[in-house]
C-alpha cells in the first residue's frame, strides 16, 4: 500500500481553505493508498515515511520562503518529494519570468527592482496603467493598478515592498484581462487535466494592502490552441522541469491578443476540484503513479 502525504498548512483553528485537500485524500484512500494530509512544519512527522511527500497546499510559505525552502531540502533528501525542490525554489522568486522570457517564451514583460533599487524616472511606465506586486507572493497581496498619475502612490508601494524585504515587479497592465479574464491551465503527471477562466482581480483605486478576491468568477474554460502551445512551451523551459508531478500556467493575452505567462505555479497550486470534480481520478491516478515509480 503506498503511503502518500499530502503537505497543507496549519491556518491556527481557522478551517482550510483548501477544498481540493479532503477530496483528494479520500480519492487516494479509495485507490489504496495510505493517504494523510499533514501540515508542512507540524513537528516530529516521520516524511521518510511516504514513499511521496506532494506539497498541496503549503500556503503560509510566502512569508516563511527560507524556513519552508529548508524543510523541502530535508524532506526531499529523506523521501520522494514533489515537485522537487530545484523546482520549487527556482519557483518561489517570480523573477523565473526572466528564465521563461529568455528561453523565448511570451511572458508579461516585467522589470524588477530589488531593495536597495530606487525608481527611476524610466521604471514607472509613463503611459497606459501598470501593476506593481512583489516577486515573491500569492493571493494578489501587495498587488496593485496605477494610472501614470498615481506614481506617488506607486513609488511609496514599491518601497513598502522593499521595507519587507521584497524585490517589485512592474508590468504594463495588460487590459484585455477586463475583457478575456485570465485562464489557468492544470497539468498533472505531464497531461492538462483541466483548465478554469476568472475575472481581472486589480480594479483601479484599490489600496495595495486592501483583501482582493483571488478567483473572482471562476468558470470552467476549454483552452484554444494557442493557450495550450505556450502553456507547454513555458513547462518545457522550466529548469528541471522533467521531474514535475503538476504545474498550473496562467495566462493572459497581451495587446496583440496572444496569450502570455502571467504566473507559473509549481509549488502549491489550487486545483480547483469542486468546479473540476470530473478531473479527480486522473489526479489521484498520476499521484499514485508517482508514488510507486521507481526511483531515480
Ligand atoms: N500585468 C498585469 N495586468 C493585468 N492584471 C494583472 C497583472 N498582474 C497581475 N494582475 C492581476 O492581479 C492578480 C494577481 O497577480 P499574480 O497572479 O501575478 O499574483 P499572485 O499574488 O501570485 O496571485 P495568485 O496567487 O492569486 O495567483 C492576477 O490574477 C491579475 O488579475
Ligand atoms: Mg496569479
Known sequence: MPRIALATYDPEGAPNRDRDLPVLVDALRDAGADAQALPWDAPDVDWAAFDLVVMRSTWDYTWRTAEFLAWAERCGKLTRLANPVDVVRWNTDKRYLGDLAAAGVPVVPTRYL??????????????????????YGAGARLAARYTPAERQTAVAQVARLHAEGLT??????????????????????????HASRKRAVLSPGTPYDADKVAHPDLRPWTPSTAERAVAERALAAVPGGAGLLYARVDLVDGDDGDPRVMELELVEPNLFLWLHPQSVPAVAHAILTAAVAPAG
Request: charge should be negative.
Open 168 to 193: 517589485a515587479m512592474v508590468q504594463p497592465y495588460l487590459t484585455r484581462i477586463d475583457v478575456s479574464g485570465e485562464r489557468a491551465l492544470q497539468f498533472y503527471g505531464g497531461r492538462l487535466v
Open 114 to 135: 530589488a531593495p536597495g533599487d530606487t525608481p527611476a524616472a524610466d521604471d514607472l511606465p509613463a503611459a497606459g496603467d501598470f501593476v506593481v506586486k512583489p516577486a
